[in-house]
């Protein structure tokens, strides 16, 4: 239940504190309730007309469509196809995909997360899901025999730091060489791929999350309604450094995300994006310019209304920026990022806090 533009707008709001990682040195205070200004980070870009930021009107619709629940359905179909052996194919080779079972032990213990725990596995020989030399020692195997791989765990291990540098041995069973087809939607195949029994149960569950799911992204899909509204509304000059800087550092932050769960950047967008590498580069260009045409409104409309702080609203603002990025306390976030910098992001928060106030819901 992903939906771009939510992810859009998060991304459009957190780059405000990203990009400022390297300010450590606090600049001196502003006058209390005063507007605080600072160099603009996007210095050769800029709104050449900014539209009306007042009263836009805005609908968020929560109703949920039968569209939307095939939608979901066939996204998730996709994502976890249906198998057929390849009759006559007994030997692994390289690209094959290969249904086993597997359990990993260290010390001769079953250590968490190395088994299949007997439920099968289809596995694309070549595609790194595994620790070097899993797939490798695959390759000659016939279906339906047994075999120990015994390996070691790459050092450093990001996604389980206490298994880094492990020895262990892995015992794998080969069912059989297998391809993908087209799922069709079956109680059966609910029943394998689902916590649900059958194909109505699912559905009717699909509903139920997709009605959850509107809900509390309610303020978000109005945040992008309102800017995405003013935008549409504004005009403006982009210089191509700027949108080259934001597409490099989308990429990148993805990059990274990818490395904590120990995959390569595609696997990571189809696990947890649900889009593949293809339409991920399509879009790299269009959450650029949404990133940098909000912000350069935003910041028009902060310098337009003369938005600022006061000394009492940078300090709770402080305090929970800190707990929620969990830099134990406000002095410790402060010397972490600079007081300007944090200004800068509350500011723009609370410039986005007042063109959603004044926006008239329908």
Same mark, same amino acid.
């Given at each position: 239940?992903?939906?771009?533009?939510?992810?859009?707008?998060?991304?459009?709001?957190?780059?405000?504190?990203?990009?400022?990682?390297?300010?450590? *040195?606090?600049?001196?205070?502003?006058?209390?309730?005063?507007?605080?200004?600072?160099?603009?980070?996007?210095?050769?870009?800029?709104?050449?007309?900014?539209?009306?930021?007042?009263?836009?009107?805005?609908?968020?619709?929560?109703?949920?469509?039968?569209?939307?629940?095939?939608? *979901?359905?066939?996204?998730?179909?996709?994502?976890?196809?249906?198998?057929?052996?390849?009759?006559?194919?007994?030997?692994?080779?390289? &690209?094959?995909?290969?249904?086993?079972?597997?359990?990993?032990?260290?010390?001769?213990?079953?250590?968490?997360?190395?088994?299949?725990?007997?439920? &099968?596995?289809?596995?694309?020989? !070549?595609? !790194?899901?595994?620790?070097?030399?899993?797939?490798?020692?695959?390759?000659?195997?016939?279906?339906? =025999?047994?075999?120990?791989?015994?390996?070691?765990?790459?050092?450093?291990?990001?996604?389980?730091?206490?298994?880094?540098?492990?020895?262990?041995?892995?015992?794998? =069973?080969?069912?059989?060489?297998?391809?993908?087809?087209?799922?069709?939607?079956?109680?059966?195949?609910?029943?394998?791929? =689902?916590?649900?029994?059958?194909?109505?149960?699912?559905?009717?569950?699909?509903?139920?999350?997709?009605?959850?799911?509107?809900?509390?992204?309610?303020?978000?899909?109005?945040?992008?309604?309102?800017?995405?509204?003013?935008?549409?509304?504004?005009?403006?000059?982009?210089?191509?450094?700027?949108?080259?800087?934001?597409?490099?550092?989308?990429?990148?932050?993805?990059?990274?995300?990818?490395?904590?769960?120990?995959?390569?950047?595609?696997?990571?967008?189809?696990?947890?994006?649900?889009? =593949?590498?293809?339409?991920?580069?399509?879009?790299?260009?269009?959450?650029?310019?949404?990133?940098?045409?909000?912000?350069?409104?935003?910041?028009?409309?902060?310098?337009?209304?003369?938005?600022?702080?006061? *000394?009492?609203?940078?300090?709770? !603002?402080?305090?929970?920026?800190?707990a929620q990025y969990g830099a134990g306390d406000g002095a410790a976030f402060e010397e972490m990022y600079g007081r300007e910098m944090i200004e800068g992001s509350l500011v723009y928060d609370k410039t986005i806090d007042f063109i959603v106030g004044s926006a008239v819901e329908s």
């Amino acid at each position: 239940m992903k939906k771009k533009k939510v992810w859009v707008l998060i991304l459009a709001g957190l780059f405000v504190l990203a990009a400022a990682c390297e300010k450590k *040195e606090a600049e001196p205070e502003a006058p209390a309730e005063e507007s605080q200004e600072t160099e603009r980070e996007f210095a050769d870009s800029s709104v050449t007309k900014l539209g009306t930021y007042k009263g836009i009107q805005v609908h968020v619709d929560l109703e949920v469509t039968e569209e939307e629940v095939q939608a *979901e359905i066939d996204s998730f179909l996709a994502a976890n196809p249906a198998t057929r052996p390849i009759e006559g194919k007994t030997v692994i080779e390289e &690209g094959d995909t290969v249904n086993i079972d597997f359990v990993g032990r260290m010390d001769g213990e079953e250590f968490q997360g190395g088994s299949s725990q007997g439920q &099968g596995y289809n596995l694309t020989i !070549g595609s !790194g899901s595994f620790i070097p030399g899993f797939e490798e020692g695959l390759i000659g195997k016939e279906t339906g =025999t047994s075999c120990e791989l015994p390996l070691t765990f790459p050092d450093p291990y990001n996604p389980n730091p206490d298994m880094s540098g492990a020895e262990v041995v892995f015992e794998v =069973t080969v069912h059989e060489i297998v391809e993908f087809v087209d799922a069709e939607l079956t109680d059966e195949y609910v029943k394998k791929n =689902t916590e649900y029994d059958t194909v109505e149960a699912y559905r009717e569950a699909v509903r139920t999350g997709l009605a959850q799911y509107k809900e509390s992204n309610r303020q978000s899909e109005k945040e992008y309604q309102v800017i995405q509204a003013l935008i549409d509304a504004s005009e403006f000059d982009c210089a191509e450094g700027d949108l080259q800087s934001l597409r490099d550092s989308i990429v990148e932050e993805q990059q990274m995300y990818a490395s904590y769960a120990g995959m390569e950047l595609k696997e990571y967008l189809s696990a947890y994006m649900g889009m =593949t590498q293809e339409e991920f580069d399509s879009q790299v260009d269009e959450l650029a310019q949404f990133q940098l045409k909000s912000r350069l409104v935003i910041d028009a409309v902060t310098e337009a209304e003369g938005i600022g702080i006061t *000394e009492e609203e940078y300090q709770e !603002g402080l305090e929970n920026l800190a707990a929620q990025y969990g830099a134990g306390d406000g002095a410790a976030f402060e010397e972490m990022y600079g007081r300007e910098m944090i200004e800068g992001s509350l500011v723009y928060d609370k410039t986005i806090d007042f063109i959603v106030g004044s926006a008239v819901e329908s």
